[in-house]
């Protein structure tokens, strides 16, 4: 059968170059001209590949030269063979490409959406998607509002499988479903989290062994080498607290879910505000702002060890003299627990780095202040588990605020005992 016998060789060469045209426009700085102008190209493709009927029934006129009738049926032929191409490479992708139309019927697929999403040939072409994957994730997020990018999802088809899906728009309300598979990234990830807490496990027993001798050491039967064990102290100190913090990160990526409580928030800001006046004996001004009059649900542990972050992060990088606010207020939507300071401040540069594991914005501050550089990584992951999220203002010689975003099904009255949201 030639490629003009074909009526599914448009939707084919439609799949392939808006794949080749979102990457193309990835490579481009992201100009969304590209993929239009691609769209536009095969709207006049598609004028001289219909099917070989119709292209004999309305095809215009060829022209009454013979050579320019050549010529015309020889591009003609050549566009039908470079359809042909795309449609044999656009089967041949290794992640899931699937055409929909604006009722999210299914135009055509290729065969790695087969094995991905579980989809066969030719009954499923023309069904609605969601209902095909009824009872999935994906059949969920398809009939939903929003169709932000998914990320680490169960394959429909391969359920062992882990996908990326992205829905992208085109044309008049059409849809290009992509999916890739993600299974061997997810599997690199597990050994590294594997990797992370058995290190920090096995090195908790000899530092707790080195740390307890240290102690033994009293520094005034040998003054001369005072200033050595107090550093020593300081560094087996600063290398369990690593540990401790790897071994809670790594228990927090692992964690899907949480087991909710009622967290009184009057008495969790009480002892974030002792907490800071201890760090930092007397050097700075801490003011406690309480206004939200609410208390949270979640995980009374994980809450405190990130918010307890924030406060003691304030402490340590704001010089002497400078002040240090701790706010629990309403916004639209929830409420916000803030930690302002007078700081250093950061460049907003390194803002979207700073919740990367062991990222620093200056090495020898970090040294010197006692800081792991897990804090921030730990208090992402708690918020994530809470359906809350981190935002950051800073600026060089200002200060910078940190602020955990709760929204409204979070908060609960402090008035009553049962646990009645607000």
Not at 170 to 198: C, M, Y
Not at 209 to 238: F, N
Not at 325 to 351: F, K
Not at 375 to 387: D, P
Request: proline share 6%; net charge neutral; glycine share 8%.
């Amino acid at each position: 059968m030639k490629p003009f016998d074909r009526p599914w060789t448009l939707p084919a060469a439609l799949a392939l170059l808006l794949v080749a045209g979102g990457l193309l426009g990835q490579a481009t700085g992201g100009r969304p001209s590209l993929g239009v102008a691609i769209v536009a190209v095969l709207e006049v493709v598609a004028l001289l590949t219909r099917s070989r009927h119709l292209s004999l029934a309305m095809m215009p006129t060829p022209p009454a030269n013979p050579l320019q009738h050549d010529r015309f049926m020889t591009r003609s032929l050549r566009l039908a063979s470079s359809l042909h191409d795309l449609r044999t490479a656009a089967g041949s992708l290794p992640d899931a490409v699937v055409l929909l139309d604006n009722e999210q019927r299914v135009r055509w697929f290729n065969h790695a959406a087969e094995s991905l999403l579980g989809l066969r040939r030719p009954h499923d072409r023309g069904a609605v998607l969601s209902d095909k994957l009824q009872g999935s994730t994906l059949a969920e997020w398809l009939d939903g509002e929003t169709h932000e990018p998914l990320n680490d999802l169960a394959a429909p088809g391969k359920p062992d499988s882990h996908l990326n899906v992205t829905l992208l728009p085109f044309g008049r309300a059409q849809r290009l479903l992509l999916a890739r598979d993600i299974s061997h990234l997810t599997r690199l990830e597990q050994i590294r989290r594997d990797f992370v807490a058995n290190v920090s496990h096995e090195l908790r027993t000899p530092l707790t062994v080195i740390h307890g001798y240290l102690e033994l050491l009293d520094p005034e039967d040998v003054p001369e080498l005072a200033p050595v064990l107090g550093e020593m102290r300081a560094q087996s100190k600063r290398m369990g607290q690593i540990v401790e913090d790897l071994l809670t990160l790594s228990r927090l990526e692992t964690q899907d879910h949480i087991s909710d409580e009622r967290v009184p928030m009057a008495a969790l800001l009480a002892t974030l505000r002792r907490e800071a006046e201890a760090l930092s004996q007397g050097r700075h001004r801490i003011v406690l702002e309480s206004t939200a009059e609410a208390d949270l649900l979640g995980s009374p542990k994980d809450l405190h060890s990130a918010l307890s972050n924030l406060v003691s992060n304030a402490v340590r990088y704001t010089p002497s003299g400078g002040a240090i606010t701790i706010r629990w207020r309403r916004e639209a939507g929830g409420a916000v627990y803030e930690v302002a300071d007078t700081g250093y401040g950061i460049p907003s540069s390194h803002l979207v780095r700073l919740t990367e594991r062991f990222y620093r914005v200056s090495s020898s501050r970090s040294r010197e202040s006692g800081g792991t550089g897990l804090g921030l990584s730990i208090v992402k992951h708690v918020l994530n588990l809470h359906q809350a999220r981190l935002t950051i203002e800073s600026a060089p010689g200002v200060g910078s605020t940190f602020a955990c975003h709760f929204g409204r099904d979070r908060l609960l009255d402090p008035a009553t005992g049962g646990g009645e949201e607000i």
